[in-house]
T-cell receptor, first 114, second 117 residues
C-alpha cells in the first residue's frame, strides 16, 4: 500500500458526460501527478500540481482539468467524455516538486465510457 | 524529441533464469532522470529506482541490478534468479526539464515479464 488513495475505483458513464476523479496523496507529500493508462496510448503523463500550483503539464486534453486543494487532495475533471477516454487513471504523489522525486502511485480509477 | 523505447514487448523465462529488460532513451537535455517502475497484476505502479544523468554507477539491490550507459543512451534492468513474483509489466521512464522551465515525464510502453514456475 503506497499511501495514495483514489476514489472511485471504478466508474462507468456515457459519452458526453462529465466525471470527477479524486486523489489523496501520501501524508507529507506536496506534489500530485495524474496519468492516463490506455491500451493504445500506454502510460501518459497528464499534469502535476505542487502545493496547490500547477508545476508541469503533459498530454492533457482541453476537456480535462485538474486542481489541488489546500488540504493537498486533487481532483481530475473529465468532461464531454468520449469512448477513447476509457482508461485507467492513476494519481501519484511525491514529497517535492522537482522532476527527480520518486513517485508513489495510487491503485487507479478505471473509467469506462459507453 | 524525448523518447523512451522498450523494444521487448513481452519476455517469458523459467524461474531462476536471469533476465534483462532493455530501455533506450532520447533526450537533448544534459540533466535528466531515469526511472524504473513495476506494475504487478494488481495494477499499482511501484517505484524501483531513480538515476540521474551524472551518475553512471551501476546499482545492485538484491536480485535487481541496473546498468546505465550514457554512451548508448541505455538504462537496462536485470533480474537475477527470477521468481514467479517478478511477473509484472516493467516501465522505464525519463524525466527532464522542458524549455518552458517545467518538467516532462515520458514513459516507455513497458515490457511484460512472465516468470514460469
Amino acid at each position: 500500500d503506497s499511501g495514495v488513495t483514489q476514489t472511485p475505483k471504478h466508474l462507468i458513464t456515457a459519452t458526453g458526460q462529465r466525471v470527477t476523479l479524486r486523489c489523496s496523496p501520501r501524508s507529507g507529500d506536496l506534489s500530485v501527478y495524474w496519468y492516463q493508462q490506455s491500451l493504445d496510448q500506454g502510460l501518459q503523463f497528464l499534469i502535476q500540481y505542487y502545493n496547490g500550483e500547477e508545476r508541469a503539464k503533459g498530454n492533457i486534453l482541453e476537456r480535462f482539468s485538474a486542481q489541488q486543494f489546500p488540504d493537498l487532495h486533487s481532483e481530475l475533471n473529465l468532461s464531454s467524455l468520449e469512448l477513447g477516454d476509457s482508461a485507467l487513471y492513476f494519481c501519484a504523489s511525491s514529497v517535492g516538486g522537482r522532476n527527480h522525486n520518486e513517485q508513489f502511485f495510487g491503485p487507479g480509477t478505471r473509467l469506462t465510457v459507453l | 524529441a524525448q523518447k523512451v523505447t522498450q523494444a521487448q514487448t513481452e519476455i517469458s523465462v523459467v524461474e531462476k533464469e536471469d533476465v534483462t529488460l532493455d530501455c533506450v532513451y532520447e533526450t537533448r537535455d544534459t540533466t535528466y532522470y531515469l526511472f524504473w517502475y513495476k506494475q504487478p497484476p494488481s495494477g499499482e505502479l511501484v517505484f524501483l529506482i531513480r538515476r540521474n544523468s551524472f551518475d553512471e554507477q551501476n546499482e545492485i539491490s538484491g536480485r535487481y541490478s541496473w546498468n546505465f550507459q550514457k554512451s548508448t543512451s541505455s538504462f537496462n534492468f536485470t533480474i537475477t534468479a527470477s521468481q514467479v513474483v517478478d511477473s509484472a509489466v516493467y516501465f522505464c521512464a525519463l524525466s527532464e526539464s522542458a524549455s518552458s522551465g517545467t518538467y516532462k515525464y515520458i514513459f516507455g510502453t513497458g515490457t511484460r515479464l512472465k516468470v514460469l514456475a
